[in-house]
């Protein structure tokens, strides 16, 4: 069976978790904006990375289909949230949820999420529910704080490369190592498997935001799905402004996206950037190592190679 097989039948899991959530005519003003976000379904790493982790430490995915739709379930309440302040009006080629309706609604919207989001989690069958609230209410407080420094970082001159990182930890991989975590506490496996298993979404989740932040320049617009350029124009301290000001002294923003490649290649920000990405990547996968040998364990890896090979 090939990854992108075993990984749709996952996803086919999680949609119809997601699917069982109340109708739109039960409440509609409440329901439908959070049903339609939910649709809007992209790559779902979060939930199926808590899904193949928990398999690979041995554990039900009829047990693991909680945790991971509480995951996808927060992660979606993030983006609601996040388009409201970003201002963007569309999310996955289609309206965000404040431009269909309007920012009451939305907000009210991503409250809901996040309220499906515990009610999911605490569901999940044989597990210590105190614990997993512990851990979930500290991943989404850090979350916030993520995306107020991300925020608060458009107003500052410079940011160093320890203040990106730490917004980046928050803001990212925070999420992603919740999400390992889940998998394996919901498969009662030891706590070293459970450590092993954070350190490892904690290094993908880095990696696949330096990338994401590469991408935004040097990615196919056709394959981004967005403008390229989108984090330069809205004045995002991504880790490629942070390099080349470290380097050069000259801000992102003053140049176009010709110009921008042409320093970043003479001051070898790139390479230095996907020097770093490699860097994370194989921290992720030093942490599997602790995993049995099996089945999930392989695409565990292989999903892994998947994302950071990603051209979007």
Same mark, same amino acid.
């Given at each position: %069976?090939?990854?992108? @097989? #075993? !990984? +749709? ?5 999680? /949609? ?6 109340? &109708? ?39 047990? !693991? ?16 949230? +996040?388009?409201?302040?970003? /201002?963007?009006? $569309? ?29 999911? !989690? ?7 529910? $105190? ?26 001159? #410079?940011? @160093?490369?320890?203040?990106?990182? %730490?917004?980046?930890?928050?803001? @990212?991989? %925070? !999420? ?39 991408? +935004? ?6 394959? =981004? ?8 124009? %809205? ?15 000259? &801000? ?11 320093? =970043? ?5 790139? +390479?230095?950037?996907? $020097? ?11 942490? =599997? ?24």
């Amino acid at each position: %069976m090939s990854i992108n @097989t #075993q !990984l +749709d039948y996952f996803r086919q899991k999680i /949609n119809q978790a997601i699917k069982a959530i109340p &109708p739109q005519d039960k409440n509609p003003l409440f329901y439908e904006p959070i049903n339609y976000i939910n649709t809007l379904t992209g790559k779902q790493i979060r939930p199926l990375l808590t899904i193949i982790t928990g398999l690979a430490a041995g554990g039900n995915i009829d047990h !693991l289909i909680f945790p991971a739709t509480a995951v996808e379930l927060l992660h979606n309440f993030t983006l609601v949230h +996040d388009d409201i302040m970003d /201002n963007d009006d $569309l999310r996955r080629g289609k309206p965000t949820v404040h431009v269909k309706w309007d920012l009451g609604t939305a907000i009210l919207a991503g409250d809901g999420l996040l309220g499906l989001a515990y009610r999911k !989690l605490l569901g999940t069958p044989g597990i210590d529910d $105190l614990r997993m609230a512990k851990l979930f209410t500290e991943a989404m407080l850090e979350i916030c704080e993520g995306q107020a420094l991300d925020k608060s970082f458009e107003n500052i001159g #410079q940011v @160093t490369r320890g203040d990106y990182l %730490m917004m980046i930890r928050k803001k @990212t991989a %925070m !999420l992603i190592s919740l999400s390992c975590q889940l998998g394996g506490i919901t498969a009662h496996t030891g706590e070293p498997v459970v450590q092993a298993l954070a350190d490892f979404g904690m290094n993908l989740g880095l990696g696949f935001q330096i990338q994401d932040d590469l991408l +935004d320049i040097y990615a196919d617009e056709s394959k =981004l799905g967005k403008r390229v350029g989108s984090d330069l124009a %809205m004045h995002k301290k991504t880790i490629v402004n942070v390099l080349l000001l470290e380097k050069s002294g000259f &801000p992102i923003n003053i140049f176009s996206i010709s110009d921008l490649k042409k320093l =970043l290649k003479e001051k070898d920000v790139i +390479d230095e950037i996907r $020097l770093m990405i490699d860097d994370y990547f194989s921290q992720a996968k030093r942490a =599997l190592s602790i995993l049995p040998a099996n089945e999930f364990t392989t695409l565990l890896a292989a999903l892994t190679d998947d994302i950071k090979d990603r051209e979007k």
